[in-house]
């Protein structure tokens, strides 16, 4: 919530009022994750305790694959779905919903890898995770908030959920001896959709563009779920 103090306090009211408006509409698909990761939390608490991480190594690559279409597909629909929930004055912060609509991703694996710590009652490690992150969020969001920009609180939350991950990463690394997800393939993935996103807003008025990406995204999304169907008998 930092942010959001930050731009009240630094900005003003109306600045906050479009800022929440659209941060919210980028991070809506955190709803589907979540419900996702706590289905799957159970399944996870298992293969834990069954030492299957080779199975878990598998699933997390898995998600993150499924994600990307996914993303892709929520940006290219992006301007209609902030034209729904805001006036039209409001579409200055729409840059903000295409930062955040990156959130989910980190935030999902986080959640993952968290609940793999809990089951290893590591919880002390858990904790830090937590307060890393959000202690460097905000001591960058009180130096730049004088810039007075609404991208910038919205670029260091983003990196704080990033953030997020890679200590959680580190954290389990810690207890295993070995990263359960590809560090760098996971850190390209996330680079890649930072370009694909500020390349669909750049282009959000050409829509046989975002047609194009938008089928693309969709055939990928239906390859990633026929390649997940092994995880149906998994779990």
């Known amino acids: 919530q930092a ?3 930050f731009i009240s306090y630094a900005i003003g009211k109306d ?14 698909l955190t709803a589907l994750t979540s ?3 706590s289905a799957l939390c159970p399944w996870i608490m298992r293969k834990v305790r069954a030492e299957s991480f ?16 996914v993303i ?33 991703l980190p935030l999902a ?27 460097i969020t905000v001591g960058l969001d009180s130096l730049l908030i004088k810039h ?3 991208l910038i609180p919205a670029l260091i939350t983003a990196l704080g959920y990033i953030l997020l991950m890679f200590c959680e990463i580190i954290n389990l690394k810690k207890i295993l001896s070995k990263s359960l997800i590809n560090v ?36 990928s999304l239906l390859y990633m779920l026929k390649k997940s169907l092994w995880l149906l008998k998994e779990s």
């Open 148 to 150: 007075k920009i609404i």
């Open 35 to 37: 419900g996702i990761m």
């Open 15 to 28: 600045a906050l009022g479009k800022y929440s408006v659209a941060f919210s509409a980028g991070v809506a």
């Open 72 to 104: 892709l597909i929520f940006l290219c629909l992006a301007p209609e779905i902030f034209s729904i929930l805001a006036p039209e004055e409001y579409r200055s912060a729409l840059p903000v919903l295409y930062i955040a609509a990156i959130i989910p």
């Open 54 to 69: 080779d199975v878990l190594r598998r699933t997390l690559a898995l998600a993150i694959k499924l994600a990307v279409p």
């Open 3 to 5: 942010d959001k103090f």
């Open 184 to 219: 760098n393939k996971t850190l390209q993935i996330i680079l890649f959709l930072s370009f694909a996103s500020s390349t669909i807003y750049v282009f959000r008025n050409i829509f046989i563009i975002r047609i194009l990406i938008t089928v693309f995204a969709i055939f």
């Open 109 to 135: 694996v986080s959640q993952s890898l968290c609940s793999i710590a809990v089951a290893k009652e590591k919880t002390l490690g858990v904790l830090m995770c937590g307060l890393i992150p959000a202690f």
